[in-house]
């Protein structure tokens, strides 16, 4: 276990004072002690973090250099126009401007963004190619040595943009639990947020329908049972579940994921019988934060049957349960991701008519 220097001041605060006469202060509460002591130490492991992945990026950086012309172009007349040019770079150093229409790298004809970083990444940091441009009418041919891409903050997509992305899923997904016994659907991995035990997922029947439940009553507070679909990933979709709470003390919750990343980054629409309210999530490295305004009464206090949906459409984020009480928040966190089941502490909790749906959204 890491020791945090600068928080010891505050444990010493920790020590349990002799019972006072008078309440004390607030700043010896013990909540705000703790809050204190979060900001903390938070503060320095986000630190460490940021420290941490700068130092792998610039180690990539110097192990696979990402080859790099320099020129921000758009496609006109047959070939590229340069509309930027970038210091230190190897288009800047050829010689070549703003308002050069560039038509060949060697023998490589470019006439898209595409073909453009295509015939850049063809070469190697360090390699000297030929440019045969257009200049003020006249034909040009200047040689370039091509540099590499210099360290850079943006998206990956915007350093990128002619690398196609992942495919994302295109059809619906769904289980009704009635097909496979007692076997948990293979296209279904269990998988544990936060602490404590594994979630025990059973395929339980009643009459003659089957239904999925989180059956471990382990009661650790920051314990967030998931079950997840392997090979479903959508950026635009629409969840659904029918659910109850069969049992739990510490909690009782029900939750839907989406855009799901790890086991500490998420997004989750939950209801909660103890809390009597809906809420939308979104799951950071661990740490839960009710998004703006997600966070709506909406009372469970039963062991009925409810439906639950999460529908995300752009960064609109919408939860909806039983059709009536519905929280909304904006979140572009997550882009995209995987889908699936969720539950808190001890909850023991059934579900079943779960289904995922992508959404094509109006360009």
Not at 64 to 93: F, N
Request: hydrophobic share 40%.
């Amino acid at each position: 276990m890491q020791i945090f220097p600068s928080t010891l001041p505050l444990l010493l605060l920790l020590v349990p004072p002799q019972t006072p006469a008078t309440p004390p202060p607030a700043e010896d509460d013990p909540a705000v002690l703790h809050l204190r002591m979060l900001a903390a130490m938070d503060a320095q492991i986000d630190a460490q973090a940021t420290r941490a992945h700068l130092d792998a990026r610039q180690l990539l950086e110097q192990l696979m250099p990402v080859p790099y012309l320099g020129v921000d172009a758009t496609p006109k007349d047959g070939g590229m126009h340069v509309d930027h040019v970038y210091v230190d770079s190897g288009a800047e150093a050829a010689g070549l401007r703003e308002g050069d229409l560039l038509l060949r790298m060697d023998s490589l004809v470019l006439d898209s963004k595409t073909s453009l970083a295509r015939a850049v990444r063809a070469h190697r940091s360090g390699q000297q190619v030929e440019l045969a441009l257009r200049r003020d009418g006249q034909e040009l041919k200047l040689a370039a040595t091509i540099g590499h891409r210099p360290a850079e903050d943006e998206d990956e997509d915007e350093q990128f943009p002619d690398l196609p992305l992942a495919p994302m899923t295109k059809t619906a997904l769904g289980f009704d639990f009635e097909s496979g016994g007692s076997a948990l659907p293979a296209a279904l991995e269990s998988l544990l947020g936060g602490r404590g035990r594994m979630g025990d997922w059973q395929v339980l029947a009643e009459g003659s329908r089957h239904f999925v439940r989180q059956a471990d009553d382990d009661r650790t507070g920051s314990r967030f049972p998931m079950l997840i679909a392997k090979d479903f990933d959508a950026a635009n979709v629409v969840a659904r579940v029918r659910f109850r709470y069969s049992g739990g003390k510490a909690d009782r919750a029900a939750g839907v994921v989406l855009h799901y990343q790890d086991p500490g980054n998420y997004l989750v629409a939950r209801a909660n019988q103890a809390e009597a309210d809906l809420r939308i999530f979104r799951t950071v490295n661990g740490l839960r934060t009710t998004l703006p305004g997600a966070a709506v009464p909406a009372p469970t206090n039963d062991t009925q049957w409810h439906t639950l949906e999460f529908r995300c459409e752009g960064p609109k984020l919408s939860a909806t349960l039983d059709g009536k009480v519905t929280a909304t928040s904006y979140d572009t966190y997550f882009r995209r991701g995987r889908v699936g089941l969720w539950t808190k502490s001890d909850s023991i909790t059934d579900f079943d008519e779960l289904s995922f749906e992508p959404l094509e959204l109006p360009r």
